[in-house]
T-cell receptor, first 115, second 116 residues
């Protein structure tokens, strides 16, 4: 059973560029959440997708956007990259609607470096 | 808004000994979940243990156990018989709501070193 997979694993971009990160959830999961983890910090919630809609959003600017596809996979897009966007981006999947007791499974993340 | 605080940036323990990592949180909700995640150098967050707020009994998973003090809003992790493979960053996390409101709020982490 494949867990949560993210691509690419590493990425280097220039300031002002745009980037797309991809996530495939664990088999059977229908909800994808994205987190940004700056160096030496805990992950910060960016947003969550369920039924192809953004359901909840953290304190991130509109430069951060996303999408969920019918197969539950998701993309995170960041426009007009800033040096401060350099971080590890984590994707987590879970199953909605059964009980509160659904744990989130994380991928290995995408390390984004903006130069 | 909920906050999670980990006041120990780094901890060190000798192999086979016991160590306790601290976590406090702030919330006005009565029903929520608390988690400890481990993040090794491979970067993947791995769930260590979970505690439901409505359960008075402290959760236990093999060598890992928690001390959940709901009134004090404290949630510490005890690792017994520490092993070299336990060395990692440990994050305390809070989750409220159901379904689509299930975002996680993390603390800043504690780096655990395990020495011989």
């Amino acid at each position: 059973d494949a867990g949560v997979t993210q691509s690419p694993t590493h990425l280097i971009k220039t300031r002002g560029q745009q980037v797309t990160l991809r996530c495939s959830p664990k088999s059977g999961h229908d909800t994808v959440s994205w987190y940004q983890q700056a160096l030496g910090q805990g992950p910060q919630f960016i947003f969550q997708y369920y039924e192809e809609e953004e359901r909840q959003r953290g304190n991130f600017p509109d430069r951060f956007s996303g999408h969920q596809f019918p197969n539950y996979s998701s993309e995170l897009n960041v426009n007009a990259l800033l040096l401060g966007d350099s971080a590890l981006y984590l994707c987590a999947s879970s199953l909605v609607g059964i009980t509160m007791n659904t744990e989130a499974f994380f991928g290995q993340g995408t390390r984004l470096t903006v130069v | 808004a909920q906050t999670v605080t980990q006041s120990q940036p780094e901890m060190s323990v000798q192999e086979a000994e016991t160590v306790t990592l601290s976590c406090t949180y702030d919330t006005s909700e009565s029903d929520y979940y608390l988690f400890w995640y481990k993040q090794p150098p491979s970067r993947q967050m791995i769930l260590v243990i979970r505690q439901e707020a409505y359960k008075q009994q402290n959760a236990t998973e093999n060598r890992f156990s928690v001390n959940f003090q709901k009134a004090a809003k404290s949630f510490s992790l005890k690792i017994s018989d520490s092993q070299l493979g336990d060395a990692a960053m440990y994050f305390c996390a809070y989750r409220s709501g159901t379904g689509t409101a299930s975002k996680l709020t993390f603390g800043t982490g504690t780096r655990l070193q395990v020495t011989l």
